[in-house]
């Protein structure tokens, strides 16, 4: 079974997130950017969906640029997720290596459609 982790520090969303995904995944999840890398760097997830802004001294991007920085962890599929939703903000997120971009608040069946599109 494929794993999705889900970090987002609203546990709200998180499980919001967790009930869209429904039992077809193993689901992960994480409130803040560091617990984020520690459990990619040990549970390796085939596609996360990262929240770009949270508490803490490591926001999403800088997330995303540790795991396309990591030849271990580059090939994992991110969907960034977030309520900045100008153009610049998308750009910025593509640029840096993220898969998809969803602004906050996204349809549950464009997130279900997204994740399969990448998982295949």
Do not use: C, W
Not at 32 to 42: F, H, K, Q, S, V
Not at 91 to 105: C, D, F, H, V
């Amino acid at each position: 079974m494929k794993k999705i982790l889900i970090v987002d520090d609203h546990s709200d969303i998180r499980k919001l997130i967790r009930i869209t995904i429904g039992n077809a995944y193993e689901v992960l999840e994480a409130d803040d950017g560091r617990a984020a890398l520690e459990i990619i760097r040990n549970q390796q997830p085939s596609l996360i969906v990262l929240d770009i802004m949270m508490p803490g001294d490591m926001d999403g991007l800088q997330v995303l640029d540790a795991i396309r920085a990591d030849p271990k962890l580059a090939g994992i599929q991110v969907i960034m997720v977030s309520a900045r939703g100008q153009l610049h903000d998308y750009q910025t997120g593509m640029s840096r290596g993220a898969n998809a971009y969803l602004i906050k608040p996204f349809s549950p069946i464009q997130l279900v459609n997204t994740i399969k599109e990448l998982l295949g």
